[in-house]
């Protein structure tokens, strides 16, 4: 199974810039994905690491570490409607994901 | 292009009642599958199915069944629901083709169970 973890709450300034952290134990890896979520709305898909390093889309990065069980996403330039909970999801070799909690980040003027 | 659709939006139920939770989509996706999300849990997998004609069970599939008789649909059903089955489900697809085989969300279904 997977154990994944993630803070519950951030707090940040709009123009500002938050990172999201995540560490995971897995018992299978086939990739890891970041959604973000909008109160009373579905997940969308935000990003997608399988090797290690930094994918950059936009404002928003994502980093793995696959050796550290880590991996975090950043936000750039914090805008109001980036007020939302970020999930973190690691794919096992099945194909199948398992979901932190989740992190609410509120976006504050 | 709708994507992934479900219904009913919200539904409130007598416990002991059974239930059909409907999910389509028109993306040809192969793979199917139903999350329910509670507060502080985050989503967790009930079912899931790779390809039509196939299913398999997930974190917690007691209390629930599916069938996936073609690609398009994947019916969540309830035989006999229980309050601890109130909560907002979510069904999802993904094409195993694509490179990063992200999941696409359906809206979700607000259950009550009284």
């Known amino acids: 199974g997977q154990n994944i973890d993630q803070p519950t709450e951030m707090t940040a300034t709009e123009g500002a810039i938050v990172q999201i952290n995540c560490t995971y134990q897995t018992s299978g890896f086939n990739g890891l994905f970041w959604y973000q979520q909008h109160a009373g709305e579905a997940p969308t898909f935000l990003s997608y690491n399988v090797l290690d390093g930094l994918e950059e889309k936009g404002r928003f990065s994502s980093f793995l570490s696959r050796s550290k069980g880590y991996s975090y996403l950043l936000l750039k330039e914090l805008q109001m409607k980036d007020s939302a909970s970020y999930l973190c999801a690691v794919r096992d070799g099945d194909y199948k994901l398992s979901f932190g909690a989740g992190t609410t980040v509120t976006v504050r003027a | 292009t709708a994507g992934i659709t479900q219904a009913p939006t919200s539904q409130i139920l007598a416990a002991g009642r059974s239930m059909t939770l409907r999910c389509t989509q028109d993306m040809r996706h192969n793979a199917m599958y139903w999350y329910r999300q509670d507060l502080g849990l985050g989503l967790r997998l009930i079912h899931y199915s790779n390809t039509a004609g196939t299913t398999g069970k997930g974190e917690v599939p007691d209390g629930y069944s599916v069938s996936r008789a073609n690609t398009d649909d994947f019916p969540l059903t309830l035989a006999s629901a229980v309050p601890s089955q109130t909560s907002v489900y979510f069904c999802?697809?993904?094409?195993?083709?694509?490179?990063?085989?992200?999941?696409?969300f359906g809206p979700g279904t607000r259950l009550t169970v009284l």
């Open positions: 999802a697809s993904s094409d195993s083709s694509s490179g990063s085989n992200e999941q696409f």
